[in-house]
Nanobody
């Protein structure tokens, strides 16, 4: 079973930046779709970004509207690690951020433990 470990969360002022990392086990990481989700207090978990393998070394990234232009998802296959670069952070970005992997080409079936991101205004 694939294991995911997030890191990089913390406290940042509004307008600041953070980079989250997600280290994954698994021998075919390069073909996993990797995703980031978040859950704010009192709210349901929501999709943030996804990085999907298309073919060869081609990937496709998509984002929820509220983070477009501010967040960037990427990966380093040599390190089995996915990233979420978060810029121009807002107080409404405060949440626990979860990394997820779709290891069989379908739904996300592996999840990390989450990392807290707090943006102070």
């Amino acid at each position: 079973q694939v294991q995911l470990v997030e890191s990089g969360g913390g406290l940042v002022q509004a307008g600041g930046s953070l980079r989250l990392s997600c280290a994954a086990s698994g021998r075919t990481f390069s073909r996993y779709a990797m995703g980031w989700f978040r859950q704010a207090p009192g709210k349901e978990r929501e999709f943030v970004a996804r990085h999907s393998w298309i073919r060869g070394s081609t990937y496709y990234a998509d984002y929820t509207d509220s983070v477009k232009g501010r967040f960037t998802i990427s990966r380093d296959n040599a390190k089995n690690t996915a990233y979420l670069q978060m810029n121009s952070l807002k107080s409404e970005d405060t949440a626990v951020y979860y990394c997820a992997a779709a290891t069989r080409g379908g739904d996300f079936d592996a999840w990390g433990q989450g990392t807290q991101v707090t943006v102070s205004s």
